[in-house]
């Protein structure tokens, strides 16, 4: 018989509790990556080439506040500033609250150019362009409801005074978030009757390099007038907003490390039973000429399988799970909007594997120790 | 004719290294559920106790949120006067324009930044909300730039103790009071005059008004259609509570993942007590053959294998609810979805929410249980005392 042989014979010697361990392995590892994917999602928002160049205006006293349309001017004739947008949170409600999605009102022959990682089709943007009353919507908000190009929505105000009418006259994949629905800032300003107000200026830079001095500049252009800003990166704006959901970190964190730990606590106890119960073969295996740390090296490898193969099935399950999943549901939907990809990544997976690793080496040196410590004539005199 | 109890009890302590790995595990899966749950019930609790059930709420038609509802200083002095609503003892109506405005603060800690409600109260504001008491220093002073703070407010962010000032915009605010509001959703606020913060803020209208209606004139049902239907008005009346009891929503993504979390981890914490039980029945085979020689019928081995797995899962989830202990009380925050502030609250863990992580352990030991239990009950007799 071979090593190997010899090896998948004793973890296969009790199948029921081979099979058990595997699968509480496994499944902890699938909680694991999807609390690891969560996480992810809520505290690195995704970061492309065309993201790190833009920047973002609030008014200082906070998001909450509005901006007067007339700092636009101002901002723009900045140099390093490429093109600086208007943006303002419409959130209307369409048909009933359930069916939120994000609605925002901008300066719609600038939108291909700020959002440049999004797919427009230029065909598209011109017809919404055009229309004063047209708008643009991310693919997956209109799968969600079946929007067909051409189909006109009503959207009823909350926070501004008006219920725009509105036609759809484009679809863009790809980018950030592909749930938003962007319509005209000045259909907007017309219905509430030209208030002169915005939400947020959203900056192209020229270059990455600019940027800090740009941040700088915008914010002492406005100093000391009745509306200061708050000028910041993309990033820094989104997290901001992550951090007030609370301590993300922390909750999941912790949670991850009792799963772990509940892992090795599992394993470590079933790798103890199935060595103990073979102190008698052990010692007959030294007594016919096999020393410690081979027969260690056997018992290693049988827990490093065993938690090896509960690791590819609890990181993949997550991995093809939720692939498959989201073949039929819309993450961004049933999550409330907190989720917007929900991507497990190769990093992800690599990490739970190394847990896996870690699990098949930690569970088993204790018990295995001791047996390989344990003299011959004690281990044949082992009842069962 | 039953097996007695110590017996399984000896039986886990023979095995202690076994009993405790499992006990420990199902402890931990019921400590995770009952601190998220805690979570989920503390920021619920918070909105649920918010607001007087005596008093409404006057939003602009539309509106969801009082942060961007919008009344006109038109519509307020028409409200004010309305028949029906309670005025106190020199005369004045008991209804309170006001105005909600989002400000950015720093953290104490210096961690960062996070959004805050201040909410502008007119002179009966604080009348129409007896849960909430200045604790410390005194009630700001209409037409001064003063404002009283929750504590939580004070504790979490940077100058916000009495005798502090802080800065929004071009205005500096000085801290004179501190308020403890009763656990509710006020104890995230900052309160100071309505008209100060018109002023400092450059609103021309107000957000709401909140109104005590007479009690015994006319039922609140027929005062609320009364108002929505007034051509001269355009607003929404709803009463305070509901407002508030809308708000529990934010709670929800945290239900839903203390439930998610909860399910997929006591199947893994079932799969270990199987395998304990398991292991149980094997090393006593020859045990369980001589209690059925001695006259116990199959059903008694049965139930004694289901009960031991019960005990230990049960001893798992005590152990579970003394862990989660500790976090009782511990104050926290999140963002609410309604008014994107900081909303500030307690775990909370009650008598209710341990009776629930005892019946998850309950759950957890009898799955664990059952189908080693059968395997014992099934063992024939001869081969059962035969077996080393």
Request: charged letters at 20%; one cysteine or more; a positive charge.
């Amino acid at each position: 018989m071979t090593i190997p042989g010899f090896v998948l014979r004793n973890a296969f010697r009790n199948k029921r509790r081979l099979v058990l361990t595997v699968l509480s392995v496994a499944l902890s590892l699938f909680l694991f990556t999807l609390l690891q994917t969560a996480l992810r999602e809520l505290t690195q928002p995704a970061q492309t080439e065309e993201s790190a160049l833009r920047i973002v205006v609030r008014h200082k006293v906070s998001l909450g506040n509005v901006l007067p349309v007339k700092h636009q001017a101002r901002i723009e004739r900045i140099p390093g500033v490429r093109t600086c947008m208007k943006l303002t949170w419409f959130g209307g409600i369409y048909k009933d609250p359930k069916d939120f999605f994000p609605q925002f009102a901008v300066d719609a022959d600038k939108i291909a150019d700020i959002f440049a990682e999004a797919r427009f089709d230029p065909q598209e943007v011109a017809d919404f362009q055009k229309d004063r009353a047209g708008c643009i919507v991310g693919i997956k908000t209109m799968e969600r409801f079946g929007w067909k190009v051409g189909d006109r929505i009503t959207l009823q105000g909350t926070i501004w005074p008006c219920n725009p009418e509105l036609t759809i006259r484009g679809v863009y994949r790809g980018g950030i978030d592909e749930t938003n629905l962007f319509f005209h800032h000045e259909y907007m300003d017309e219905l509430c009757g030209k208030l002169g107000l915005c939400g947020t200026f959203w900056i192209r830079a020229d270059n990455t390099d600019v940027i800090p001095s740009l941040i700088e500049r915008i914010d002492a252009t406005f100093a000391n007038t009745d509306a200061e800003t708050k000028t910041e990166t993309e990033r820094a704006f989104v997290l901001e907003f992550v951090s007030m959901i609370g301590n993300v970190k922390l909750l999941i964190g912790s949670i991850c490390s009792v799963i772990v730990f509940t892992m090795i606590l599992v394993t470590a106890s079933t790798m103890s039973m199935a060595i103990r119960e073979r102190s008698r073969e052990i010692a007959i295996l030294k007594a016919i000429g096999f020393d410690g740390w081979q027969i260690f090296g056997l018992l290693l490898a049988e827990s490093f399988g065993l938690a090896m193969v509960g690791g590819f099935l609890g990181c993949f399950g997550a991995w093809f799970g939720t692939w498959a999943l989201f073949q039929h549901v819309n993450i961004t939907t049933i999550s409330n909007g907190m989720f917007i990809k929900f991507e497990v990544t190769p990093h992800i997976v690599v990490s739970g594997l190394l847990i896996a690793i870690v699990l098949g080496l930690v569970s088993c040196i204790a018990p295995a120790w001791s047996s390989v410590r344990m003299s011959v004539v004690a281990g044949l005199k082992e009842l069962d | 004719m039953t097996i007695p109890l110590r017996y399984n009890l000896r039986n886990l302590v023979v095995r202690w290294r076994l009993t405790l790995a499992t006990m420990l595990g199902i402890a931990l899966v019921v400590a995770v559920f009952i601190m998220i749950m805690a979570l989920a019930r503390g920021l619920k609790a918070t909105y649920i106790s918010t607001g007087d059930p005596r008093n409404l709420l006057v939003l602009r038609k539309g509106s969801t949120a009082e942060s961007s509802s919008q009344i006109t200083r038109n519509e307020v002095r028409l409200i004010r006067y309305l028949d029906g609503i309670a005025r106190d003892d020199s005369g004045e109506p008991l209804a309170s324009p006001e105005i909600l405005v989002l400000i950015n603060l720093d953290r104490r800690d210096r961690k960062g930044t996070a959004n805050v409600l201040v909410r502008g109260i007119g002179p009966v504001g604080l009348r129409l909300r007896t849960k909430v008491r200045v604790i410390e220093g005194r009630m700001f002073q209409p037409g001064l730039r003063e404002c009283v703070v929750s504590r939580k407010i004070a504790e979490r962010f940077a100058h916000c103790r009495v005798g502090e000032q802080f800065r929004t915009g071009r205005t500096l605010w000085r801290v004179v009071g501190i308020f403890d509001a009763a656990k509710t959703a006020y104890e995230s606020e900052i309160w100071v005059d309505a008209d100060e913060a018109r002023a400092a803020f450059k609103r021309n209208f107000y957000g709401s008004i909140l109104i005590r209606p007479v009690e015994d004139s006319v039922t609140v049902a027929t005062m609320i259609k009364r108002m929505e239907a007034d051509k001269q008005l355009s607003i929404r009346v709803l009463p305070e509570v509901e407002y508030y009891k809308e708000q529990t929503k934010t709670a929800t993504p945290i239900q839903w993942l203390g439930s998610v979390l909860a399910v997929v981890m006591s199947i893994g914490a079932a799969f270990s007590a199987m395998n304990t039980m398991y292991a149980a029945v094997s090393a006593r085979t020859r045990e369980i053959g001589t209690l059925r020689v001695l006259g116990f019928r199959r059903r008694h081995i049965y139930l004694s294998f289901l009960l031991e797995s019960v005990i230990l899962a049960l001893l798992g989830g005590v152990l579970g609810c003394l862990l989660s202990l500790p976090l009782n009380g511990i104050a926290t925050g999140t963002m609410s979805w309604t008014t994107f502030s900081e909303v500030a609250f307690e775990f909370r863990i009650t008598p209710e929410l341990l009776a629930n992580g005892m019946a998850f352990a309950l759950v957890m030991g009898g799955l664990g249980g059952l189908l080693p239990a059968r395997l014992a009950a099934s063992k024939p007799v001869l081969d059962a005392l035969r077996s080393v």
